[in-house]
T-cell receptor, first 115, second 114 residues
Framework: KNQVEQSPQSLIILEGKNCTLQ??????????LRWYKQDTGRGPVSLTI?????NTKSNGRYTATLDADTKQSSLHITASQLSDSASYIC??????????????FGKGTKLSVKP | DTAVSQTPKYLVTQMGNDKSIKCEQN?????MYWYKQDSKKFLKIMFS???????INETVPNRFSPKSPDKAHLNLHINSLELGDSAVYFC?????????????FGPGTRLLVL
């Protein structure tokens, strides 16, 4: 069964600290993996897209890693800011002819950054 | 100059009613989507249209009918609303339908069926 599991479910950190969010998937065949940030009451916003051949990708203070062998990805946030408080959703895309329709979403990790 | 916009933002209605949610994108994208996010925060794709043509229709009840008058608009009409339809509905768009394309999401429509 194609699944995306994220951990932890929720996380509270102090402003300025680093944190790492985890994503494990059992999706096959794999096309690419994405991390989205969803602020409360808003739509998700794409942070990174990684294909199976990419091990790491950065977007500012966000760095995503991917290990296609162990089917694990992580999102590392450096020097957290209050505005990083949001849900972070891992999405894995199945490789069926390149269609966008085969997206498997994780439940997300709810991050709270406290002053 | 919102990229993907949805109306209404909130929708409260009685069971059995028919309602529509509108979506417009001004990004010039060819592909648009509807997603449902339930109370457990799972996002699930419902429909995808490419250049006004339906390309994905997941296992959604036929009470839900998308309509794309042009490639910048994808509206969602829901007949005979049920309690279980309560959720947040997100519209999204991407340049093409390929898996590597970034999707841009609208702000969501919060539907509550009483």
């Amino acid at each position: 069964k194609n699944q995306v599991e994220q951990s932890p479910q929720s996380l509270i950190i102090l402003e300025g600290k680093n944190c790492t969010l985890q994503c494990n998937y059992t999706v096959s065949p794999f096309s690419n993996l994405r991390w989205y940030k969803q602020d409360t009451g808003r739509g998700p916003v794409s942070l990174t897209i990684m294909t199976f051949s990419e091990n790491t990708k950065s977007n500012g203070r966000y760095t995503a890693t991917l290990d296609a062998d162990t089917k694990q990805s992580s999102l590392h946030i450096t020097a957290s800011q209050l505005s990083d408080s949001a849900s972070y959703i891992c999405v894995v895309i199945l490789n069926y002819g390149g269609s966008q329709g085969n997206l498997i979403f994780g439940k997300g990790t709810k991050l709270s950054v406290k002053p | 100059d919102t990229a993907v916009s949805q109306t209404p933002k909130y929708l409260v209605t009685q069971m059995g009613n028919d309602k529509s949610i509108k979506c417009e994108q001004n990004l010039g994208h060819d592909t648009m989507y509807w997603y449902k996010q339930d109370s457990k925060k799972f996002l699930k794709i419902m429909f995808s249209y490419n250049n006004k043509e339906l390309i994905i229709n997941e296992t959604v009840p036929n009470r839900f009918s998308p309509k794309s008058p042009d490639k910048a608009h994808l509206n969602l009409h829901i007949n005979s609303l049920e309690l279980g339809d309560s959720a947040v509905y997100f519209c999204a768009s991407s340049q093409g339908g390929a898996s590597g394309e970034t999707q841009y999401f609208g702000p969501g429509t919060r539907l509550l069926v009483l």
